[in-house]
């Protein structure tokens, strides 16, 4: 039997790390989108406010900003998808109103 070299551990250290980080990004993604697909694809403000974590004042301040995706035929309503596709590009913007 032969001992197996630095680079051999090393290479095989490193797979075993790489396994592990694609196993917590798969497990995290399935917990993004559970948490994604939990809500309607019509959100409220008590949703937003579930979503945000914040109180009903500071859902009225994001949602004023032109930029916030929201149904043009009923009021009060927001596309799900779209909020949260929002959220991931405007995570700086949020900051101001979270502060």
Same mark, same amino acid.
């Given at each position: $039997?032969?001992?197996? @070299?630095?680079?051999?551990?090393?290479?095989?250290? $490193?797979?075993?790390?790489?396994?592990?980080? *694609?196993?917590?990004?798969? /497990?995290?993604?399935? /917990?993004?989108? #559970?948490?994604? &697909?939990?809500?309607?694809?019509?959100?409220?403000?008590?949703? +937003? $406010? /579930? *979503?945000?974590? =914040?109180? +009903?004042?500071?859902?009225?301040? *994001? =949602?004023?900003?032109?930029? &916030?995706? #929201?149904?043009?035929? =009923? #009021?009060?309503?927001?596309? #799900?998808?779209?909020? &949260?596709?929002?959220?991931?590009?405007?995570?700086?913007? +949020?900051?101001?109103? +979270? @502060?």
């Amino acid at each position: $039997m032969q001992t197996p @070299t630095l680079q051999e551990l090393e290479e095989d250290y $490193m797979i075993a790390k790489f396994q592990i980080l *694609i196993s917590q990004a798969y /497990e995290q993604g399935v /917990e993004d989108g #559970r948490a994604k &697909f939990t809500y309607p694809p019509v959100l409220t403000k008590q949703h +937003l $406010m /579930e *979503i945000f974590q =914040i109180e +009903l004042p500071t859902v009225d301040k *994001i =949602i004023k900003d032109s930029t &916030f995706p #929201r149904l043009q035929t =009923i #009021r009060a309503r927001y596309p #799900r998808d779209a909020v &949260f596709t929002w959220i991931d590009k405007n995570t700086a913007a +949020l900051e101001k109103y +979270l @502060t």
